[in-house]
């Protein structure tokens, strides 16, 4: 976590590199902001974890989450799902997947615990920028990055070839501005590896009508209950 941090995000998404610097006002799409490349590097470490700790199993995903991107961190302390799970939208996801009573204390046990549960959780992003400032989920510029990563840095994800699917893949949107992005930009459904198509819509929505994570929620869009 001491070393300077490569540029990973800037080799390989050079186009997403541009829009995201035309949303945030970045000057230079080639140089990001250090932060961003080293959340970046421990979110795919992590991500690579909880992939060895589905395989190892064979299991098949079943509920998939779709994140935004990992929070926005200036120091060492990153806060992504995979990492050390925190915060209430975590929460929600978690209780959503797992009675209250019964959630792990221990974090990888936790997590071994959704993965039991064929639960995965991807982001539709790389890039760890704080998209509520500015108003920037509403700009077009958002829905733009949006579309480009999900042709990219989705795509890559879900069609892991380590990655087993479920036949009937149940789908959930963690961030409604993300998933109103991903309607516009696929009209007409979004792909999934078992040969489905998503056709993203509010009713999709893991969250209250105000945005706010809620377990019930995520246990009505993934009809466990």
Request: aromatic residues 12%.
């Amino acid at each position: 976590m001491g070393t300077i941090p490569n540029r990973q995000l800037e080799k390989e998404y050079p186009q997403e590199c541009m829009k995201l610097a035309q949303l945030c006002g970045f000057r230079n799409s080639n140089n990001l902001p250090s932060h961003l490349n080293r959340i970046y590097s421990v979110t795919e470490a992590k991500w690579e974890e909880n992939i060895h700790r589905l395989a190892k199993t064979n299991i098949r995903v079943k509920y998939l989450m779709f994140g935004e991107a990992a929070p926005e961190s200036y120091d060492n302390d990153v806060s992504y799902f995979y990492n050390n799970c925190q915060g209430s939208w975590c929460k929600a996801i978690v209780e959503g997947l797992i009675p209250r009573h019964e959630v792990p204390n221990d974090t990888e046990t936790k997590f071994d615990e959704l993965a039991k549960r064929q639960f995965l959780l991807v982001d539709t992003m790389p890039f760890a920028v704080n998209y509520s400032i500015s108003n920037r989920r509403s700009k077009v510029a958002y829905r733009e990055l949006v579309k480009l990563c999900a042709l990219s840095y989705l795509h890559k994800k879900l069609f892991d070839p380590r990655l087993l699917w479920a036949d009937d893949i149940l789908v959930a949107f963690g961030v409604k501005k993300n998933a109103e992005a991903m309607m516009q930009a696929f009209p007409n459904g979004f792909p999934l590896p078992n040969g489905q198509n998503v056709q993203v819509t509010y009713d999709l929505v893991a969250t209250t009508k105000a945005n706010y994570p809620y377990s019930g929620r995520v246990k009505q869009v993934f009809k466990l209950r």
